[in-house]
């Protein structure tokens, strides 16, 4: 692995570390770190653990995050379907830990593709307040809407913007943002040692104006009072203290705090950056120093404090349209607000507590979809099977992780029921792992058609 790594890289992370670089440079010989980070939206760590049949060991610096196995491989689980957890490296669950998400809060992740944090995020604000997540790359925000929904987040915005349009739209909105900027991936060699290949000396200056960009846009999308947590995964000074230095320099309204450090946790150099020794409260995670990849972090404040008036426009559905929804829902034990649905083009959402749709946004997802109206009928969608819970629709068929009618369903195909297996003998049931929903499948005279998306299904 060392002699892939760049010539010019390996001479300056010498300058920076000069005792350690040795030491440094045989982290390089060690195997990657897998991790796992439990939704919380979904179920308790102590109730994960229980069920879990992976070798974990807790990440320190977050309490929901797990080391496992290369072998274990939880991908393949129908836990992971289910969205119980996320797979994360865990020096990248560092930056969503380190920012104090409360439920009721409106929270932006500005780069958020492919949503390792922003699903965290999502989770800690508990179906209350507000999740905007956006990537600038298409491709990446439809991976970023596909792991929101997997995880079961309702209360989201998912666009698909550059952050300066975001800015114009959104003035001061947010309490709390994440920008885990885009950078030259030096921390992130020994897990894609690809990255290692497209590197050179010009590439921390390139993303270092870019970065600058986009804190310019997330400063002024930040509620005076609300906190800032930027992040990078490379070890370069000019992307790390150096945008540190300038947010500084430029927003005198912009203060840096002290956050929690953990065991092999490095503070910030005031010497890498203009020399301020406020630097020392930012964060770096080197790989010679714990179990994990590169990565720099600083907690910011907003000074200042103010109130924020919310707006709500929405097309109601009409009378027909109310009747099929009345029809599906009776009885349900529904999780979101029934006066939030809006109908768009015969698709329902449930949108989020402001939607006033912020105009001129490219947007993938506003809210939760929950189904599409048809002739005579309502058919409920994938992502509303997976933000609800066992018991909060009337009928379900419930198999075990060991059930081999659960790769079948995964794949997409019909499945035979015995009488008494589902909660009722026909219609619509929440197909659960467990009791996680995976998603819905119709009952017709014991043979459940499979309704698990296309674009979903495992091959």
């Given at each position: 692995?060392i002699?892939?790594l ?13 005792d ?19 939704n919380?939206?979904?179920i ?33 689980h ?10 994360q ?10 920012l ?11 780069c ?11 989770a800690?604000l ?5 999740l905007?997540?956006n ?14 929904e ?5 209360n989201?915005?998912?666009?698909n ?7 114009k ?5 947010f ?8 950078c ?29 960009e ?7 999308m930040?509620?005076?009072g ?8 490379t ?10 230095s ?10 840096l705090l002290?956050?929690d ?5 490095s503070k ?18 080197f ?7 590169g990565?720099?972090?600083a907690?910011?404040?907003k ?11 929405r097309?109601?559905?009409?009378k027909?349209?109310?009747?099929l ?8 034990d ?11 083009s ?11 749709h ?10 939760l ?7 005579n009928?309502?058919?409920?969608s ?8 066992a018991?909060?629709f ?17 794949k ?20 659960c ?14 043979t ?9 299904r495992?091959?």
């Amino acid at each position: 692995m060392i002699e892939q790594l760049p010539k010019a890289f390996l001479t300056r992370m010498e300058d920076m570390l000069q005792d350690e670089y040795t030491a440094f440079l045989k982290s390089y010989e060690n195997p990657r770190h897998f991790g796992l980070r439990v939704n919380t939206l979904k179920i308790s760590v102590e109730e994960f653990l229980k069920i879990s049949p992976f070798s974990l060991t807790p990440v320190p610096w977050t309490p929901n995050g797990f080391y496992f196995e290369e072998t274990d491989h939880p991908a393949k689980h129908p836990y992971y379907a289910a969205g119980l957890y996320y797979l994360q490296e865990p020096s990248a669950m560092a930056p969503a830990a380190l920012l104090p998400v409360t439920p009721g809060d409106y929270v932006l992740d500005l780069c958020a593709a492919p949503g390792g944090k922003a699903t965290e995020l999502g989770a800690r604000l508990e179906n209350k307040g507000m999740l905007v997540a956006n990537d600038i790359s298409s491709s990446r925000a439809k991976a970023l809407q596909r792991n929101i929904e997997l995880c079961g987040i309702p209360n989201s915005f998912i666009t698909n913007e550059v952050p300066a349009s975001l800015a114009k739209a959104m003035p001061e909105f947010f309490d709390k943002i994440l920008v885990d900027a885009p950078c030259s991936g030096e921390g992130m060699f020994r897990k894609e040692p690809a990255v290692a290949k497209t590197w050179d000396e010009t590439r921390p200056a390139f993303f270092a104006k870019l970065q600058r960009e986009c804190v310019w846009s997330a400063i002024s999308m930040l509620k005076p009072g609300g906190l800032m947590l930027y992040s990078t995964c490379t070890f370069s000074p000019v992307e790390n203290e150096g945008t540190i230095s300038f947010i500084l320099e430029e927003y005198p309204d912009m203060e840096l705090l002290e956050t929690d450090s953990y065991k092999g946790f490095s503070k910030g150099n005031p010497a890498w950056g203009n020399g301020d020794p406020e630097l020392t409260k930012c964060l770096r995670i080197f790989p010679h120093r714990m179990d994990g990849e590169g990565h720099f972090m600083a907690l910011m404040r907003k000074k200042g404090s103010s109130g924020q008036t919310l707006s709500d426009f929405r097309t109601k559905p009409d009378k027909e349209a109310q009747k099929l929804l009345t029809e599906f829902f009776a009885g349900m034990d529904i999780p979101f607000p029934a006066d939030r649905i809006e109908v768009r083009s015969s698709n329902v959402y449930c949108l989020p507590p402001a939607n006033n749709h912020f105009k001129g946004i490219r947007f993938l997802r506003n809210g939760l979809f929950l189904g599409e109206l048809k002739k005579n009928r309502f058919e409920p969608s994938q992502p509303l099977a997976l933000a609800l819970k066992a018991g909060q629709f009337p009928s379900r068929l419930c198999l075990s992780p060991q059930d081999e009618r659960i790769g079948r369903y995964l794949k997409g195909e019909t499945l035979p029921v015995e009488k008494g297996e589902c909660t009722k003998d026909k219609g619509w049931q929440l197909i659960c792992v467990d009791n996680f929903p995976l998603g819905f499948g119709k009952l017709v005279n014991g043979t459940l058609k499979n309704k698990y998306p296309a674009g979903w299904r495992i091959h």
